[in-house]
């Protein structure tokens, strides 16, 4: 059965790093997609970044471009995603998702419905 694990979240001040973890279990990795959305009291939730295993075709948010990194440990069936440069709008609890992709290569189009309980990133000084 498929279960997701997130960890990594925390406080850090503006400009700091954190890296989060996906521990993935249950399931043949490479036959999905794996992501990591975000989600305030604010805010519905929306993605940040994703990744088609099989494919090795990754997204990211413009709004996370450049500053994020979403990558695999290959000896394990954990998903990271690399924060540099935080901003205050990047507080927020993280979720990761697993999705069956419909499109080879394009990550952002597959159907994720399988979500880790969250961690809480906060940015603030």
């Known amino acids: 059965q498929l279960q997701l694990v997130e960890s990594g979240g925390g406080l850090v001040q503006p400009g700091g790093s954190l890296r989060l973890s996906c521990a993935v279990s249950g399931v043949t990795l490479e036959n999905y997609a794996i992501g990591w959305f975000r989600q305030t009291p604010e805010k519905a939730r929306e993605g940040v970044s994703c990744?088609?295993?099989?494919?090795?075709?990754?997204w990211y948010a413009d709004s996370v471009k450049g500053r994020f990194t979403i990558f695999r440990d290959s000896a394990k069936d954990v998903i990271y995603l690399q924060m540099n440069s935080l901003k205050p709008e990047d507080t927020a609890v993280y979720y990761c998702?697993?999705?069956?992709?419909?499109?080879?290569?394009?990550?952002?189009?597959?159907?994720?419905?399988?979500w880790g309980p969250g961690t809480q990133v906060t940015v603030s000084s």
């Open positions: 990744v088609q295993i099989g494919a090795g075709s990754a």
């Open positions: 998702g697993a999705g069956i992709p419909t499109e080879r290569g394009n990550p952002r189009t597959a159907l994720f419905g399988s």
